[in-house]
């Protein structure tokens, strides 16, 4: 294996390569991963800025998670365990046992007519199930499409529109706290919204929860659809054929298609598992998310299983399942070295046990390093984190674009200084800058828009699915040779990059990255709002919450408070209770410039009580004035 693939070298070696020789560093890295056609080159231009990633490459993703490891003796290995908080159970899977559950229900699929190309939409909570069909799909070359199980039945109908599925792969339902979801009703909801109803539905029974394939007619049982079936194969596909299609939010209410490849992820994302987690065969990760976001797409499934090492799979939260103690208990139980999860769940443990009593009944030895993403890690929640864990606490910065960290500090090189507040120096093959609206570089601690020079290295998305001139349109066309993060920020003196916040409407509640355009469009359907505007405001425990404004039409007769039930309903019911909309305020006119456009980012600042300045080309500076006073903020 080259240098690259090695961890403990030089970062600035690492980084230097990766710019100067593009080829040799990735080709290297590629070593890592076992092909069918091993690739000749990384990195086609010729379409640029459609860049592709060992173009004449074969290989297949779940051989590499499963199959190589059972080939080369890991068989007996834990691949997965379920740890569930919600059932107080816990099961293991060694790679022997995935690699039987993946490749007969990859048969099962199959059965179904289910081929290379052909798309399968996830709607799933978190249960091994949901891992099983995601490298099924990947086994037989299919596109898999998660959909987070939060998203109401709306959300759902429109990554199928979108996607345009051949099955659907659910289970009956997912457990929070309290009350059982169920999916069936919502997943019944969705196909009739949607004029792509896939052919085939299959369906996971859990026990605990009630709906069953055989209430639906047409629909399959997860466990007939394998006993008709036999086990199968893998099929090789190009490095450059899709994995998957996964919808993130966009600045309006129509959810991006993130399309990732085969060989460029597979590449990427084990040579973060040792160069940024530095975990290898053997050891034990937990990424205490979602399959339905990126960072459980990566981090939860395909990484630990492309490098050999186990994924802990977790059905709870981090506090009230039962307690704030749960994660120490995953972490001691299953001998955890590397926690992945997200600033807000931290926060949530805080505010629950201040003094970290809980970790006095866990021994959390295992664990070498706590990493945070999904939202910038707040300098005092990094400080509690590393005062009480005593392990380093990373901060890291990535999008569901990228599929894997564009800014970290990286364990398995020399690992660096820690700066509260930053996700440290960007990872080989990034080339982030910071620009001001005219593109052109900003000094070091000025604040712009963070963009990535092209092109973006391997495992990134290859574009939107089906939608090249969205595409362009959202990342590439602002600064022609750049992609635009979408996120502001800083770099320092030292190169340590800040990042601030978004710089368009997409806002983050407790990690999970929502589009205010979206909830705009909910709350503009009730009968009595004539215009509206949701901004995302500074939230204690969340990061963000959305705050919605409403202007009312003339003559609209109705209360505050039923307006606001009303509203509340329809956001959950068409968008999920993760939007936690909860907050509506009447006012009698938005802020807008002239050409019309509402003032969203000064509403914002209004309202977390920030200074801000009246932009030039406002309409009517008076809106704005009622509305400081209505938010009490300190004003221009
Ligand atoms: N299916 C259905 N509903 C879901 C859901 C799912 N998969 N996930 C969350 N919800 C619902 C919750 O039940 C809750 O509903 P409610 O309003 O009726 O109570 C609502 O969505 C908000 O849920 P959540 O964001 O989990 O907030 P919470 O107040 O219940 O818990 C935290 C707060 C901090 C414990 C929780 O947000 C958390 O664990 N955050 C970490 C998130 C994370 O890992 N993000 C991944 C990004 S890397
Ligand atoms: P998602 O696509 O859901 O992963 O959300 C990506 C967005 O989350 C980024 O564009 C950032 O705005 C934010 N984000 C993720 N990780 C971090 C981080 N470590 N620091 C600051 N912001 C982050």
Known sequence: MSSVGHANGGYAEAFGQSVEDPEGFWL????AIDWVAPPTRALDDSAAPMYRWFPDARMNTCFNALDRHVAAGRGEQAALIYDSAMLGTTRTYSY??????????????AAQGISAGDRVVVYMPMIPEAAVAMLACARIGAIHSVVFGGFAAAELAARIDDAQPKALV????????????????????????????????????????????SDYPGWLDWDDAVAAAGPVDCVPVAATDPLYILYTSGTTGKPKGVV????????????????????????VMWTASDVGWVVGHSYIVYAPLLVGATT????????????????????????VRALFTAPTAIRAIRKEDPDAKELAHYDISSMTTLFAAGERLDPDTYEWATRELGVPVIDHWWQTETGWAICANLRGLDPMPI?????????????????????????????????IALPLPPGTLAGLWRDEERYVKSYLATFPGYYLTGDSGYVDADGYVFVLGRSDDVINVAG?????????????????????????????????????????????????????TELVAMVRDQIGAVATFRDVTVVQALPKTRSGKILRKTMRQIADHEDYTVPSTIEDPAVLDALTRLLGGPGA
């Open 28 to 31: 290297g890295a590629a070593e």
């Open 419 to 451: 700066k509260a507040g930053s996700p440290t120096v960007p990872v080989p093959g990034y080339r982030v800058q910071v620009v001001d609206a005219e593109g052109a570089e900003v000094e070091a601690g000025a604040e712009g828009n963070i963009v």
């Open 512 to 564: 999970h990255r929502l589009s205010t355009g979206a909830m705009e469009a909910v709350v503009a359907q009730h009968a009595a709002v004539a215009e509206c505007a949701v901004v995302g405001i500074k939230d204690e425990l969340k990061g963000q919450r959305p705050s919605g404004y409403v202007v009312l039409k003339a003559g609209a007769e109705v209360e505050p408070e039923q307006l606001r």
């Open 96 to 109: 022997a046992q995935l690699l039987d559950e993946v490749s007969r229900f990859a048969g099962g699929l």
């Open 170 to 213: 659910t289970a009956s339902g997912g457990l929070e706290p309290g009350r059982t979801i169920e999916y069936l009703p919502l997943v019944e909801r969705a196909l009739g919204l949607t004029a792509q109803a896939p052919a085939t539905v299959i369906v996971k029974k859990r026990e605990q929860i009630p709906g069953a394939a």
């Open 312 to 335: 802990v799979m977790y059905e709870g939260k981090p506090v009230g399942t039962p307690d704030a103690g749960a994660f120490w208990r995953v972490i001691a139980e299953h001998k």
């Open 260 to 283: 990732r490849d085969n060989g460029g992820h597979a590449v990427a994302l084990a040579w973060s598992m040792r160069n940024i987690y530095d975990i290898g065969p053997g050891q």
